[in-house]
């Protein structure tokens, strides 16, 4: 009897933790160097922390638009130089310590100092001041218009951090979020638990694990196995179709901000006149890189912009494939014969498969490219830092990053001044139509210069159990949003 | 002739004979990049199909049977050039600070793991195939260096070395013109051994990405390439797994029979 009834019971508890599975192992391909979001670059500090552990005063929604954050409202002065920030009651860090204005003065004024580690200082350049009105108020005055500042306070860099707890933040963060940060195995995963005192609404999960796989073959493996449940951003898009057989597993493909481009140094000769970067743009079949490297996956761009961003132009047509019409800009810029240039990979597919495919469409039309596959650490040090290179590929993932051509010292130096001052007329400009004509032109002056190839959009494809709802779609910024992610049984 | 020895000797000479007939004609071409053709099995495009960029395998195949062996050989003849010197010369000053030399610096090479040394030397030096030529060589220095100077010791006891001596010629002449030509079978059992463990290393080294850069196929790459294609195109990663296999079996196999019908010690035990 007593047997029977721990039976009965044990199947109740078993059938009921079946019923509301609450906690989600998710992989991700890249592991964070540390746990920083605002002294690194790195987006994968951001795929694991950004809105589950830290947030900023506004932040972006799964379809890329900016929604209110820690500050539940904001007035604007008539001159658009003073933003008067209104806190939310109640929120407090995981350490128990308030968040006040004074966090978010602490934070803003960090990330603007002359010593700032932040990877995206441009993002606070135009703040003047930051003063706090009252604990739940703060004002912020900006040394000119910007049209940009609530987007550029979204950012995964400009996340609320406290001065309480910055000591330890690259490995303990603490954050506002509806998660805690438990624990992190290096080279393995990091744990996240729910955040009970969150002022939010309470996520359904209690716990998530995020999981590092880099391997494609690996990541097949465990996903088979469903030893891990989702996937986000999963590596090997050859695999996608057997996954979307499955009915154990659904397959979500979601586009990010990520422009793939053939980087062209615009300072090495012969790259550096624009002919022979146009011969090259005219060479490439971009139909052919995004079937052949990325089986299918991908949205064939004509500039530096994303195509579902409203702004966007499309100028596919600026570069349509034409191998006759290259070989005859090469001859018209003197290079009859082709020439030989680097190209330089970095490790994913897009990269290694595109730059294989690319490669044969050039060699098509006389230029020859010497291959290197670089590692990460050997591309950011030879390429973008040391600049030692004719072609790459790679992929711009950040959001609204077309402002990296205004930098003349970006890795593939372009920098003209009429873009520098396009670029500075639109920071200035609040008008949105004016703001959507000024894009256009940058979108325009980049494609007919020819900067870089413009390859694809980079998709996202996430594979994840069938019976998990709530996991983005598309990633408008790198983040893995798990606030409102459950098992459907 | 043993049934050994004829194997390896067919299995190593069909590959050679696909790198040298892959300099002159290959079915297919083997940098013509056609995605619409990709993944195609065995027998529907060419006789072993093609890979995920609509390459053909065949021709990948032979083609990259050219880069293995061409690693390979000039592996094996650093080790050989380099290392045959310092065994005899070892040998004849046995004992002495030159002998000392020479073997605490095989020993310190043997210490480290090949591969991981190679690894490193590419990772140093930039990834390429004349890099992965001098890494995969320096290891065989110690390896050619230590045969050599075991061999030479047991003969330098010889009486035809004796008289040698005695007729006054010096321990080079001597080195080169009578324990050379006695070694040479050991020699040529340790390169095929050696040569096997060079296509691997190769293989190895580019299936990390560290050896042959595209578009110079390699068996290693096309490994790594098939990785995640191995679900839905199981042909792409056999073809070359098994090149690499049957190539370094024949020539294991090729190395075997050559030891027992060039040492004469081994042939009286089985007779």
Known sequence: MTFRLTLAAALLTGTAALAQQTDLTIALQLEPPHLDPTSAAAGAIDSVLYTNVFEGLTRFTNTGEVVPGLAERWDISEDGL???????????????????????????????AEDSQNAQK??????????????????????????????????????????????????????????????????????LVQNPDYWGEAPALTEATFKFISDPTAAFAA???????????????????????????????????????????????????????????????????????????????GTHFAPHNPDYVDLTGLSGHDPDKARALLEEAGYPDGFTTTLKLPPPSYARRGGEIVAAQLRAVGIETEITNLEWAQWLEEVFRGKDF??????????????????????????????????MTLTATTAPEKRSELLADAQRMIAEDYVNGYLFQLAFPTVADARIEGLWLNQPTQATDLTGVRWTE | MSRTLILGAVLSAVFVAAALVSFVWTPGDVEGIDIANRLKPPGAAGLLGTDHLGRDMLSMIMTGARTSIAVAIVA????????????????????????????????????????????????????????????????????????????ALGLWTREFIMAARVAGKGAARISAEHILPNIANLLI?????????????????????????????????????????????????????????????????????????LDPRLKVLRT
């Open chain 1, 223 to 301: 996903m088979m196995a469903q030893d891990i449940d989702a996937f986000a951003g999963y590596p090997a898009p050859e695999n996608l179709p057997q996954f979307e057989a499955d009915p154990r597993f659904q397959v979500l493909v979601g586009s990010t901000e990520g422009e793939t481009i053939l980087s062209t140094n615009n300072q090495m000769a012969p790259l550096d006149d624009v002919r022979v970067r146009q011969a090259i743009a005219h060479a490439i079949d971009r139909q052919a890189i995004i079937d052949g490297a990325m089986f299918g996956l991908g949205t064939p761009i």
């Open chain 2, 76 to 151: 094996v003849g650093i080790g050989m050039g380099f290392g045959v010197p310092l065994g005899l010369a070892a040998a004849a000053h046995k004992g002495g600070l030159l002998d000392e030399l020479i073997s605490r610096g095989n020993d310190l090479i043997f210490a480290f793991p090949s591969l991981v040394i190679a690894i490193l030397i590419t990772a140093i030096a930039g990834p390429g195939a004349v890099n992965a030529i001098i890494a995969i060589g320096i290891f065989n220095i110690p390896v050619f260096a230590r045969l050599s100077r075991g061999a």
């Open chain 2, 189 to 261: 059992v340790q390169g095929t051994i050696q040569f096997s463990l060079g296509i691997l290393a190769e293989a190895g080294l580019s299936y990390v990405g560290l050896g042959a850069q595209p578009p110079l196929p390699s068996w290693g790459r096309m490994l790594a390439d098939a990785q995640t294609m191995v679900a839905i195109a199981p042909h792409v990663a056999i073809i070359p797994g098994l090149a690499i296999v049957l190539t370094v079996l024949g020539l294991n196999l090729l190395g075997d029979g050559l030891r027992d019908a």
């Open chain 1, 390 to 423: 004719g072609l790459t590929i790679v992929s711009h993932t950040e959001p609204f990053d077309i402002g990296i051509y205004a930098r003349p010292d970006y890795y593939f130096q372009y920098g003209k001044p009429a873009f520098q001052e396009l670029m």
């Open chain 1, 82 to 112: 003073t933003y008067t920030f209104h806190l939310r009651e109640g929120v407090s860090f995981h350490d128990g310590t308030t968040m006040d204005a004074e966090d978010v003065k602490f934070t803003l004024d960090r990330a603007r």
């Open chain 1, 122 to 191: 441009a993002l606070f350049e135009g703040i003047a001041e930051v003063t706090v009105i009252d604990p739940q108020t703060v004002e912020v005055t900006l040394g000119q218009v910007d049209g940009n500042f609530l987007f550029n306070m979204a950012w995964g860099d400009a996340v609320i951090v406290a001065p309480e707890s910055i000591g330890d933040i690259k490995s303990t963060p603490v954050g506002t979020g509806p998660f805690k940060f438990d624990s992190w195995t290096q080279g393995d995963s990091i744990t």
